[in-house]
């Protein structure tokens, strides 16, 4: 049962223009919303998160968008960059009194053509 | 580089082997956190620890433990190793914990199951 669904595998853009990964999850106890960044032959880096009091986070050329309603998040990237080639996940949190867990998505591998 | 080392980098070995994959923690960071990513899969969590302590535990085979020493490495160990535990091995850090904090990932350690 997969909690975290990013059900695109692959996404190309063009440079400069918006990317738009997307990622639903099935949990409404979900709390607390993470994207990371990975690289080949690296971990994973975070990136930005939001709280499920919000809506929207911005930090630079991310955003955020969390609709708690259809259980559904977004990142955009704005305006994308070749370096921003990478592959995406989403990850939520889970559980209480000491115990949270992140629960990560399978993620989705963005390409920035030049 | 996010800090956290792990060791080895690759790890080839054969069925029914045991395996101990170390991870070190960024400085100053008392929690250490397991992943494992198979090949389609996202980032699946096992195990957390906070300072010696398992703090939260994920979908964790009773083949495989893990745990923190006093000077806040880790070591995950797998026994009785099967095809399907190849996978990549990722370690993380986090100061106290909290899922809401951010999780610095190690390079991960791949290993190769034949």
């Known amino acids: 049962d997969q909690q975290v669904k990013q059900n695109s595998p692959s996404l190309s853009v063009q440079e400069g223009r918006i990317s738009i990964l997307n990622c639903d999850y099935t949990n409404s106890m979900f709390d607390y919303f993470l994207w990371y960044k990975k690289y080949p032959a690296e971990g994973p880096t975070f990136l930005i998160s939001i709280s499920s009091i919000k809506d929207k986070n911005e930090d630079g050329r991310f955003t955020v968008f969390l609709n708690k309603s259809a259980k559904h998040l977004s990142l955009h990237i704005v305006p994308s960059q070749p370096g921003d080639s990478a592959v995406y996940f989403c990850?939520?949190?889970?559980?209480?009194?000491?115990?949270?867990?992140?629960?990560f998505g399978k993620g989705t591998k963005l390409t920035v053509n030049p | 580089d996010s800090g956290v080392t792990q060791t080895p980098k690759h790890l080839i070995t054969a069925t029914g082997q045991r395996v101990t994959l170390r991870c070190s923690p960024r400085s100053g960071d008392l929690s250490v956190y397991w992943y494992q990513q198979s090949l389609d899969q996202g980032l699946q969590f096992l195990i957390q620890?906070?300072?010696?302590?398992?703090?939260a535990k994920g979908n964790i085979l009773e083949r495989f433990s893990a745990q923190q020493f006093p000077d806040l490495h880790s070591e995950l160990n797998l026994s009785s190793l099967e095809l399907g535990d190849s996978a990549l091995y990722f370690c993380a850090s986090s100061t106290r914990g909290r899922p809401q904090e951010t999780q610095y990932f190690g390079p991960g350690t791949r290993l190769l199951v034949l």
């Open positions: 990850a939520a949190s889970v559980g209480q009194g000491g115990s949270e867990k992140l629960v």
């Open positions: 620890y906070y300072n010696g302590e398992e703090r």
